[in-house]
T-cell receptor
Framework: EPEVTQTPSHQVTQMGQEVILRCVPI?????FYWYRQILGQKVEFLVS????????KSEIFDDQFSVERPDGSNFTLKIRSTKLEDSAMYFC????????????FGSGTRLTVV | KNQVEQSPQSLIILEGKNCTLQ??????????LRWYKQDTGRGPVSLTI?????NTKSNGRYTATLDADTKQSSLHITASQLSDSASYIC????????????FGTGTKLQVIP
């Protein structure tokens, strides 16, 4: 069964540093998403991406965050200057026709900011 | 405000027993409702999806129900197994536009021997 692949599985970074989280969505999917989940809390939407541009973003997704699809396969989330409160699991997801038709999540990247 | 509330927050049951998890939502306009299973440290995995016209959907030992009038859904797990220990998340999608998705708070289920 096709999978969404995320790397690294765990990243530790110092406060103020830039991090890039990587995702390889399912190959024929057209919609891409980033979510985060702070430990013990619910999954929160960050951003959706379609047709090479951001289609929607939440209030969490401020100027510190950016997304990119640099080639035909990767989808990245960059956090420019990490803060302690950015520590969370970050999930990438992709879907073929949009979230209403279901999407597939990756296994996540655990980001720890120290 | 679009909200999805789940109960109970956590649940411990004996292996082999049945359990029912609840989801109430205020999301409107409604498109569909999904139940996801999330193992610790892993991404959510879809169990069932239900649209407005469906009121029950099964996937093995998992049976989801939906009452669109009262905006309630339940997930019933039959003959629980240790591997059912996970968080179960109710996710509701709005219709129209980019089909915004609202996640519930989840129910953490622990199945003990």
């Amino acid at each position: 069964e096709p999978e969404v692949t995320q790397t690294p599985s765990h990243q530790v970074t110092q406060m103020g540093q830039e991090v890039i989280l990587r995702c390889v969505p399912i190959s024929n999917h057209l919609y891409f998403y980033w979510y985060r989940q702070i430990l013990g809390q619910k999954v929160e939407f960050l951003v959706s991406f379609y047709n090479n541009e951001i289609s929607e973003k939440s209030e969490i997704f401020d100027d510190q965050f950016s997304v990119e699809r640099p080639d035909g396969s990767n989808f990245t989330l960059k956090i420019r200057s990490t803060k302690l409160e950015d520590s969370a699991m970050y999930f990438c997801a992709s879907s073929y026709r949009g979230p209403g038709y279901g999407y597939t999540f990756g296994s996540g990247t655990r980001l720890t900011v120290v | 405000k679009n909200q999805v509330e789940q109960s109970p927050q956590s649940l411990i049951i004996l292996e082999g027993k049945n359990c029912t998890l609840q989801c109430n939502y205020t999301v409107s306009p409604f498109s569909n409702l999904r139940w996801y299973k999330q193992d610790t440290g892993r991404g959510p995995v879809s169990l069932t999806i239900m649209t407005f016209s469906e009121n029950t959907k099964s996937n093995g030992r998992y049976t989801a129900t939906l009452d669109a009038d009262t905006k309630q859904s339940s997930l019933h797990i039959t003959a629980s197994q240790l591997s059912d220990s996970a968080s179960y998340i109710c996710v509701v999608t709005l219709s129209g536009g980019y089909q915004k998705v609202t996640f519930g708070t989840g129910t953490k289920l622990q199945v003990i021997p």
